[in-house]
């Protein structure tokens, strides 16, 4: 039988909280003992209604300045947008008229707290690749505090990997730093009550935290939303939204058989055999946003009663080493999702919202659709989709030849506020004045890069 104590003695030298350790030991032991991870199609039952959110909230609804001062946005800024060629924090990426997700959001509190006159806290969950740009982009912001470290950071913590032949952690000599792995958004949890955070929250009378991905800038506070979770006194509460193809490998909710416990069942804990019933979006019909609400006087009370580790599935990846050296020595990276939790509460529900509350930037056509003329910036600071596309973005395809965001710069911003859809194949570059309406697909199947020329592009392929 394997041992833990060497990944204890080795997190305590890395000064890893005693929080983590005990999470990463239990995520550890599962492993250990081979049990299995998945949710079989047949223990669970599909969640067939949700309550929406206009049944909850009218439009136009103010803030109750009592409860955002009750309240704490917690962004998730532990990534670094590699898929997209950058080495930087994701966050720190250009969007729209010069401002980066992490300027719009600073935009968003300030305007909060002006406008109400609540002082909502805001932290930030970094990682160790995205602590130091973060904090010096923030320096800016330090007359609004919301740049010291110590007022906005909650730091995301590190595991060890596990050597997948004997189970003990992994030696890397040529880059030791690569013996390390970050655990999963569901870190969220022992890193807010490792660090203190929870603790200091509770003390400072926040109860309420709203969470979400730094890089869905459709995540913002809602008044009705706030409203409705501090007056049902549930302990968690998670957005979801109605699945479609595009999400079929998206996790979804389901509801346990054996006690009626609504959980979140990710495509990693799900066989082969039961994949086309986990992709039936007519049968599961709600995907996980990433937005949560947390009451933290249950989460407190939660960790207590579970002996400071809240008990959530564990993802298990085989990986190498090096991600980089398929050669290197193959190792375990064990990993947790914080939406997963909505299995740990009793009383833990989810609301459907618009798809313009999922808004996420996962790939260059995301980016090259934010910056167009479909989004606009409120006053409140908000990059949001015109009114008259009612809650539809256009959905822009591009070839392989603008995968890195690098290759957005010269390509031109083509109206997109009447488009449906936009495909891009092979290099090519828009003129000043191009509208896009319906479903328009522009082709250049040479090497040579080529314009397309001013003018209304309406429902045609334009071969180039």
């Not at 302990?235 to 054996?258: C, N, Q, V, W």
Request: with cysteine; glycine share 6%; aromatic share 6%.
């Amino acid at each position: 039988m394997s041992s833990f104590t060497p990944f204890q003695e080795k997190m305590e030298q890395a000064d890893v909280s005693v929080s983590a350790i005990k999470s990463f030991e239990r995520n550890y032991n599962i492993l250990v003992e081979g049990s299995s991870t998945d949710i079989t199609e047949d223990s669970i039952d599909p969640v067939c209604k949700l309550t929406e959110l206009e049944e909850l909230s009218e439009e136009g609804e103010a803030f109750d300045p009592a409860l955002l001062a009750q309240t704490v946005v917690i962004k998730l800024n532990g990534g670094l947008g590699t898929s997209m060629g950058l080495q930087k924090a994701k966050s720190l990426l250009e969007v729209k008229n010069g401002a980066t997700f992490l300027d719009i959001i600073v935009e968003q509190i300030s305007y909060l707290r002006e406008s109400t006159g609540a002082q909502v806290k805001f932290l930030l969950m970094n990682s160790f690749s995205t602590s130091a740009d973060t904090l010096d982009h923030l320096a800016q912001y330090a007359d609004r505090g919301l740049a010291a470290k110590e007022d906005v950071e909650l730091h995301q913590n590190q595991i060890p990997k596990i050597n997948a032949e004997t189970l003990d952690p992994v030696e890397f000599q040529d880059n030791p730093s690569l013996e390390w792995c970050p655990p999963g958004h569901g870190d969220l949890y022992p890193a807010i009550a490792g660090s203190g955070w929870l603790e200091k929250l509770l003390e400072d009378g926040v109860k309420y935290a709203f969470v979400s991905n730094s890089d869905n800038l459709g995540a913002v506070l809602h008044p009705g939303i706030l409203r409705y979770f501090a007056e049902s006194g549930k302990p968690f509460l998670m957005e979801a939204t109605r699945r479609t193809e595009a999400d079929k490998k998206g996790g979804h909710l389901a509801i346990r058989k054996s006690d009626k416990q609504m959980l979140l069942r990710e495509v990693a804990q799900c066989s082969d055999a039961d994949l086309p019933e986990f992709q039936n979006v007519e049968k599961h019909q709600y995907f996980n946003t990433n937005s949560l609400w947390i009451n933290l006087e249950s989460l407190k009370a939660e960790l207590e009663a579970q002996g400071g580790v809240l008990p959530l599935p564990v993802i298990i990846n085989k990986k190498t080493v090096d991600p980089r050296n398929k050669a290197s020595q193959s190792v375990y990276q064990l990993e947790t999702a914080m939406g997963a939790a909505i299995e740990c509460f009793k009383g833990a529900d989810a609301i459907c919202v618009p798809r313009s509350r999922f808004a996420p930037v996962k790939s260059t056509g995301d980016l090259f659709t934010l910056r167009s003329d479909a989004y606009e910036t409120t006053p409140d600071g908000r990059i949001a989709l015109l009114a008259e596309r009612n809650g539809t973005p256009p959905v822009v395809s591009l070839s392989g030849e603008y995968k890195l965001v690098d290759s957005l710069e010269g390509l031109g911003e083509p109206s997109l506020k009447d488009a449906e859809k936009l495909t891009l194949v092979g290099p090519v570059r828009f003129a000043d004045e191009v509208t896009i309406r319906g479903v328009v697909s522009i082709i250049n199947e040479s090497s040579d890069t080529k314009w397309v020329a001013n003018g209304i592009y309406k429902d045609e392929e334009v071969s180039l």
